[in-house]
């Protein structure tokens, strides 16, 4: 059985990805950072992780960019999982009893027109939402917790109110990786490479273009900067297309004439999208 | 005098920033978030603001991009703030008496070589580098924050080590807002805009060519998620040159030709960098 590692507590957003991604064939592990999912893949102790690296409401992930950057592990696939939070709590209590919500700061924040209606309850940031749904399940206190409702399954709890979220538009983008690429055909082939420009003049005009002249469809640009180069960035691209294609493969070549440095990422199958 | 505001306790490097832009000449009006900062402008209890925008190993500060684009306030300057943490206490205790040192996260990170080094003190994340340094003068604990000299002499506390963190590439780049752009001449003008574009083919490479064809020097291009809009984003972009140059007139009028909407945050001087 394939074991995959993803970072938060049982019945975090990036099991639910790893588990529909894998359609359950999977022994799950566990991990405290982003940066353990890395080093399990790197040890041989997990063949895959699965790591968010985008939010439709927040942006980016960028210690998931640093990280391939850093690790230049393949990306063997991707998907879009639509973020649904609820309230879970340890009884069927009346939403008047409950003193105490605990959950991410970013989950309370997505939450916050349904908790404003709550006045009789405390709001408390936690690390984690599945970590907050532990936590309530082994508590004495009349709490509750905004998780996913598959946390409610892993921890015994109820489910007090469904989709408490405010925009119906929240969908996370996450990646699978591997050590080694998956070797396959592709319906909608997409690749993912980082760069760093020369510093010459237009040079990132000069970079799109090499793109743009060869009509393929430029997905996602993100940059991050270069730790020891102040104002300095590395630029991260996602395109339409196999980087086996020859017409890839010559603007690969041409944008090679105007970086100091490219890395490949792979190609993988466009994402699925999942919802709830 | 002049009122600025900043988001951080007394001490916090925003505060430090302001000082150097305005060269003292100002009253100071601390805040607890971005988003009182750009409030206090908006209900005029303020003149100015000082955010930041982007740390050279951290990255882009989402929140304050986000927030420019909401308010649309002009940006009337900016400039670059080296980084240099310290390591402060009541008394001029023995590294080797110390029990706890409190700082932000970022702050522990950056200083992370020091603090491995220190085996006799826990260590606790705060919200704020400055507010660290506020509850230590306060404790009767043998305490320590690493925080900015200024929040040394703010809050009456020693000097213990000097320029700890990691790597001396660790600069902050900060913007000051206002209700009404500066009216002057510039030595060396950069502007900023937003754009959100059209769904048209090569749509990014497009915009970029606005620029390229009149060799306007693009600086810097950031990209944020659009809430309603999943995965689509809206471009940030700062280049050299005063929105009011014919050349930077016609590049806009022809990115409006594949943009759904344009914002101009106007023209100021290049930032200076200021060290320590």
Redesign the interface.
Known sequence: MKKVAFQGERGAFSEIAAVRYFNNNISLSPSLSFSEVFEKINHGKVQYGVVPI??????SV?ETYDLLSEYSFPIIGEL?LQIKHNLLAKKNYNLKEVKKIYSHPQALGQCSAFLKKIKSAEIFPFYDTAGAAKIISDSEEVSAAIASSEAAKIYGLKILRRNIQN?E?N?T?FLVLGKRPAAKKYKKPKSSICFELKSI??A???A??V??LR?I??LK?????I?????QYLFYVDFQGNLDDEVIKLAVAHLAEISLEIQKFGTYETGKTFYG
């Open positions: 985008e939010n439709s409401l927040y942006g960028f879009n925009n538009n969908f983008r003049p237009g990132l005009f000069k799109l273009s793109f743009a009509e469809d430029l640009i993100e940059s991050r900067p730790p020891h180069k102040p104002f």
